[in-house]
């Protein structure tokens, strides 16, 4: 059985991500990038798909933490016979990908076992491996890429592994250093001083997480998910990746299994709006300088997301080697959801920019002539049919989100027109944005459920309605808002959590179930506090805020039934939701 998501922490060099396990096994990492294939795939696989673990080889007990304010991990291992720590860094700012684990002492004496598997492509390469020529080592090669890992006591092979038994003391230490670089180049040189890199390391995430200018309410849970987002940042292009890793199942042994190690424009708006009130503004900027760069090109065309540099082309493959987790295959790499069209990422996009003007930051003129050919497009389709914000693989609908987005793209189209003296065609844009909100009270709503409903002419809900105070469509006194939160709580809440949707006569196209996804609870907390049900909101924030793990991670949804999270891991729209939750912000009020 794989071990559960919660047993695994994150560590990150904001460029690639690698998960932890309790055991002291890394299951998974992409070098050099996010979206790179994995050298280790154990997560998704079997330790023949590529894994590194150092424990003790006895019966221990774990405790681990992240140094505060920082991505990297402390693990202590206490054994019958003394005790020890594990530190995991991936280094910052480092000319090639590295990788340090350095085990140190503490009391009595620990034997250790190394177990090393090196697997390239996702674990279907078995590279070559050789002993370093000084006995530094090993590297290790297959194709374009090569790893060498720096190594203080002998290393062996065996049965295509690389193994190692040592112990350490009480103040004895010993760093492994392991380095990525194209086969083609020579090897980078061993590190002089690991403990040096990782004191550099932790005082570069120091650093950043001092910028913090929120200190509010429950401020220490706020800065670890504003570190993850961080910690999902491709810095070179300022991409937020969803998730670092792909077909993490939504149900345990079924088919919803997706990449998500791709920058959603969905989340354009969350994570600016996280970002911002927590004073990030250079990454904000660079998040909005990613987005102008991905969305170049005629509105058609305008993709749902986009790969880390921007890329168009994110072709959908199925890697038939791999068990999956959990036995959860497919196992699939590329996502076709970017064929989708959604009318909601034009009114995501539209109060980016918004959002961003009112928090100082300048656009160019290319920006706001983007903008306007967003706005066209939105007046001469909204009306259409669309895959809508859960990117269903069924037949299009006429979601009420989607309308509701066209609206807000229209609307703070109107806005930023208005505040910064941008030309347009403002009576228009206003005659089509009224239009629009007509329409949708008048075909979204159900006065019978006293509720909005999920698609035109329909009974269902979902909980992306909720997201309809956010963007200011309605006040939350509404009597039809206070209505649909009530409405999404009665028929989606299960357990003391809330589903997307029922997937009655699989509306989405796809078969078998999901769990409670996390950042629609927090949206739910969020509107409670809105309206008033102060204590209620309260005790759902502490609810979800119990499902973390022990190092501060949330997972995109959690299982009731199997105690356990679910998807890919960790989410960073759950982070964006919790964050957003605590500060209690919501788009400016116009």
């Known amino acids: 059985m794989s071990h559960p998501l919660e047993d695994y922490a994150l560590i990150s060099n904001c460029h690639s991500a690698a998960l932890v396990g309790k055991n002291g096994s890394i299951d998974w990492l992409c070098f050099p990038c996010f979206d790179s294939p994995a050298c280790f795939a154990k997560l998704l696989g079997t330790h023949d798909n590529g894994c590194w673990q150092i424990h003790p080889k006895k019966q221990y007990e774990t405790k681990r933490s992240y140094f505060k304010d920082t991505m990297v991990l402390e693990t202590i291992f206490t054994t019958p016979t003394g005790s020890c720590r594990l530190i995991d860094c991936m280094l910052m700012e480092h000319e090639s990908p590295t990788l340090i684990r350095s085990i140190e002492g503490i009391a009595g004496e620990v ?66 250093v392991l380095h990525w670089y194209p086969s083609h180049l020579c090897a980078p040189p061993t590190l002089s001083d690991p403990d040096q890199q ?104 305008m993709n749902i997301m986009y790969g880390i540099r921007a890329e168009r082309r994110l072709t ?165 808002m206070i209505g649909t939160i009530e409405a999404v709580q009665k028929y989606l809440m299960k357990d003391g959590l809330l589903l997307r949707y029922i997937n009655k006569n699989h509306i989405d196209g796809l078969p078998g179930l999901e769990g409670s996804f996390i950042a629609c609870s927090f949206w739910l907390v969020r509107n409670l506090n809105l309206i008033g049900r102060c204590d209620e909101a309260m005790e759902l924030y502490t609810y979800l805020q119990s499902l973390r793990n022990d190092v501060g991670l949330f997972a995109e949804e959690y299982s009731v039934v199997h105690k356990r999270m679910l998807g890919n891991y960790p989410q960073a729209l759950s982070h964006i939701a919790h964050i957003n939750a605590a500060m209690g912000y919501q788009l400016p009020k116009t």
């Open 316 to 480: 959908e493959l199925e890697l038939e080697w791999l068990v999956g987790y959990e036995n959860s295959t497919p196992v699939r790499i590329g996502n076709d959801a970017y064929t989708q069209f959604q009318l909601d990422v034009y009114g995501e996009f539209l109060a980016s920019i918004y959002l961003a003007q009112v928090n100082g930051i300048t656009l160019n003129d290319n920006t706001w002539r983007i903008a306007k050919k967003m706005i066209a497009f939105v007046c001469e389709n909204w009306m259409m049919p669309d895959e809508g914000i859960w990117e269903i693989r069924g037949p299009r609908k006429h979601f009420t989100h989607s309308k509701v987005m066209a609206w807000v793209a229209l609307h703070y189209g109107i806005e930023s027109a208005q505040e910064f003296n941008l030309s347009c065609n403002i009576n228009e844009w206003i005659k089509i944005r009224d239009i629009i909100h007509q329409d949708i009270c008048q075909n979204g709503f159900d006065p019978e459920l006293n509720s909005f409903v999920q698609y035109y002419g329909s009974k269902e809900l979902d909980a992306s309605l909720l997201l309809l105070t956010h963007f200011g469509f309605l006040p939350p006194e509404d009597p039809r």
């Open 111 to 176: 034997d250790l076992e190394f177990k090393l598997t090196m697997r390239f492509d996702y674990g279907s390469i078995i590279p070559w491996v050789r002993r370093n020529p000084d006995g530094s080592g090993i590297t290790a090669i297959a194709g374009p890429e090569a790893i060498t890992i720096y190594s203080p006591i002998p290393l062996h092979g065996k049965n295509m592994h690389t193994e190692a038994a040592f112990k350490v003391r009480a103040t004895e230490k010993a760093s492994f």
């Open 198 to 301: 990782i004191l550099k390391t932790i005082s570069w995430w120091k650093n950043w997480s001092s910028q913090c200018t929120y200190h509010g309410f429950d401020e220490e849970a706020v800065k670890r998910s504003l570190l993850t987002l961080k910690a999902l940042n491709y810095e070179p292009t300022g991409a937020i990746v969803a998730a670092p890793t792909t077909s993490l199942p939504e149900e345990l042994g079924g088919v919803r299994n997706w990449d998500y190690r791709y920058g959603w424009i969905r989340d354009s708006s969350f994570t600016l709006l996280a970002l911002l009130s927590a004073g990030y503004k250079e990454e904000a900027i660079q998040w909005n300088k990613w987005l102008l760069r991905a969305v170049a090109g005629t509105p058609s065309q």
